[in-house]
């Protein structure tokens, strides 16, 4: 076989199925998983979504749209273990297994033909499987790629099945919306609309050089998306356990200002690695290393998970401040992040601020990973 074989699954309106598992009453009824009346949606069931509801809107709005929903703050702990155990069913048909948050993962199974037989009989047992096992629906795409596999699992939900054939990725991607390609942001859709760009298949045949202009090293790849092009494997992420990120100065100081806005710069570095990873942290700690070695340490809990900058910017310099009691300049400082856990709440925010700076947050990762790091900077960081 020349090429790979690459299942997407994903687990159907995941928050508001788990809860239907746990109090059956729910199947027939609109169900809507998030924050308080100042949050946002974190999910919803398949009958809410007839009523205009989806995730990342506003509560008001959801109960204006579907006033008689049953509304839940969700179980975070009750969602990761239905995760482990997802992760568990597919560990037994392959190694290679790419988690990507709690209910979606990438699986190779190039080469299972011999242990389970043919690919496609595999993954409608994996979809049966977790029906059963897991009381769950499971959209599964299959294709030689991540990138089509992860489009076909989206094609039919909720329980979807759909199989693109080898040499038939660019015909499946062609007549879809253009937004429907991963790395297509609404800022994004814009410019290829102003362009006559509406389906993957007009942006194939946008010249690849044209695209860089516009989109720089993020046009070149998008023009190999829109032939159904990815050549990344399916790589198992290892168990990260904390994030850290310190600095030696130069020359050892006791300049407060450089100091604090070293640590914003730290505290910004290891967010954005936090949301790369769809991880978040509750526990922070800052590091500080005198100019004779002596090296001391502060940590805090939060009271819940959080990859949002700002919540922790006013935490690293607490600590920083009640760490500083010596009079000795200093060499070093650092900022951690540990307490990991995988982002369950992706939009589930208590409060409408939160969400507001996490979408900041994210344009900014977004402007860094295409412009590089020093882009752009808040006004208090260090250059």
């Known amino acids: 076989m020349s090429y790979r074989v690459i299942a997407h699954l994903d687990l159907d309106a995941f928050f508001a199925s788990v809860e239907e598992n746990v109090d059956p009453s729910l199947r027939d009824k609109p169900v809507i998983v998030g924050g308080g009346e100042r949050g946002v949606v974190s999910t919803c069931n398949y009958i809410a979504r007839r009523y205009g509801v989806h995730s990342a809107m506003p509560m008001r709005t959801a109960r204006r749209l579907c006033p008689h929903a049953v509304v839940l703050s969700g179980d975070h702990r009750l969602y990761a273990q239905y995760s482990r155990r997802f992760s ?136 190999r998306r829109a032939k159904g092009e990815d050549p990344r494997a399916v790589t198992p992420r290892e168990i990260v356990k904390s994030i850290s990120r310190e600095t030696t100065f130069e020359e050892d100081t006791t300049d407060t200002a450089l100091l604090e806005s070293t640590l914003l710069r ?22 500080i290393r005198y100019s004779d070695f002596i090296t001391n340490t502060r940590s805090r809990t939060l009271r819940r998970p959080l990859d949002v900058d700002e919540a922790f910017f006013r935490e690293v310099l607490d600590l920083f401040r009640e760490g500083r009691q010596r009079r000795y300049r200093i060499r070093l400082v650092g900022v951690g992040l540990s307490n990991l856990v995988p982002r369950a709440w992706q939009d589930d925010l208590f409060d409408q601020e939160l969400p507001l700076l996490r979408d900041l947050d994210l344009k900014l990762d977004a402007i860094r990973e295409k412009y590089g790091r020093n882009a752009i900077r808040r006004g208090a960081a260090e250059e």
């Open 88 to 223: 568990d069913l597919l560990d037994e048909y392959s190694p290679l297994i790419e988690k990507v948050g709690i209910d979606e993962a990438f699986v190779d199974l190039t080469g299972t033909e011999q242990l389970f037989g043919p690919v496609i009989r595999t993954c409608r047992t994996i979809q049966r499987r977790v029906q059963e096992e897991l009381g769950l629906s499971v959209s599964v795409g299959l294709a030689t790629n991540k990138l089509v596999a992860k489009v076909a699992s989206d094609f039919q939900k909720p329980h979807g099945f759909t199989v693109v054939r080898p040499g038939e990725e660019a015909d499946f991607l062609a007549p879809l919306p253009v937004e429907r390609l991963p790395g297509v942001g609404p800022a994004m859709l814009g410019q290829l609309r102003d362009r006559g760009v509406v389906t993957v298949g007009d942006l194939a045949v946008v010249p690849q050089r044209l695209l860089r202009l516009s989109f720089g090293e993020a046009g070149e790849v998008l023009a």
């Open 266 to 287: 730290l505290t910004e570095d290891v967010c954005r690695r936090l949301r790369r990873r769809h991880l978040e942290a509750r526990t922070v700690t800052v590091k």
